[in-house]
T-cell receptor, first 111, second 114 residues
Framework: AQSVSQHNHHVILSEAASLELGCNYSYGGTVNLFWYVQYPGQHLQLLLKYFSGDPLVKGIKGFEAEFIKSKFSFNLRKPSVQWSDTAEYFCAVWRAGKSTFGDGTTLTVKP | KAGVTQTPRYLIKTRGQQVTLSCSPISGHRSVSWYQQTPGQGLQFLFEYFSETQRNKGNFPGRFSGRQFSNSRSEMNVSTLELGDSALYLC?????????????FGSGTRLTVV
């Protein structure tokens, strides 16, 4: 069965700190990779996506993610977080007609 | 484009009752997927509809069912509600594949079973 692991359930950072959220998936082959974000009281929205090509992808609001095929990983990064980045972040993997989501990581940014 | 519209936003039901939730996808999107979101288990896939046909189904009991209409609007139904069915139910719209190129999500229906 497909599985997606997000290493941290809750991350607390101060403003201007750097962020890295881990995501690993359990299967090989061709996959499409996604990060979604859910701000408090809002709906899930797509942050960035990777299909092929340059393994470093840039998304909205200064976020980026790196696909490392050999490690089955797709980690999300941001050089300097803001209080407004407080949200829940979900990694998702699409393969063979099916999307699987990680359990999510709650990020709290302290002003 | 209008976003994905889910109604109602909130529901409170009693154990044993049944409930119907509605989702209108983005215009032109033919695939509608439903997910259950709970704090402990993240997003769990319920089912996906495409052109009025269920294409995929998750590991939920038969009490959970759905359908899709010719205009791509979708409904999901939960019969004989249990306390554990309390969750946020999300509808996700995509052009064709089941999130192959990413989903657009609705705001969800918050179901509370008492």
């Amino acid at each position: 069965a497909q599985s997606v692991s997000q290493h941290n359930h809750h991350v607390i950072l101060s403003e201007a700190a750097s962020l890295e959220l881990g995501c690993n998936y359990s299967y090989g082959g061709t996959v499409n990779l996604f990060w979604y974000v859910q701000y408090p009281g809002q709906h899930l929205q797509l942050l960035l996506k990777y299909f092929s090509g340059d393994p470093l992808v840039k998304g909205i609001k200064g976020f980026e993610a790196e696909f490392i095929k050999s490690k089955f990983s797709f980690n999300l990064r941001k050089p300097s977080v803001q209080w407004s980045d407080t949200a829940e972040y979900f990694c998702a993997v699409w393969r063979a007609g099916k999307s699987t989501f990680g359990d999510g990581t709650t990020l709290t940014v302290k002003p | 484009k209008a976003g994905v519209t889910q109604t109602p936003r909130y529901l409170i039901k009693t154990r044993g009752q049944q409930v119907t939730l509605s989702c209108s996808p983005i215009s032109g999107h033919r695939s509608v997927s439903w997910y259950q979101q709970t704090p402990g288990q993240g997003l769990q896939f319920l089912f996906e509809y495409f052109s009025e046909t269920q294409r995929n189904k998750g590991n939920f009991p038969g009490r959970f069912s759905g359908r899709q209409f010719s205009n791509s609007r979708s409904e999901m139904n939960v019969s004989t509600l249990e306390l554990g069915d309390s969750a946020l139910y999300l509808c996700a719209s995509s052009l064709e594949g089941q999130g192959e190129y990413g989903y657009t999500f609705g705001s969800g229906t918050r179901l509370t079973v008492v």
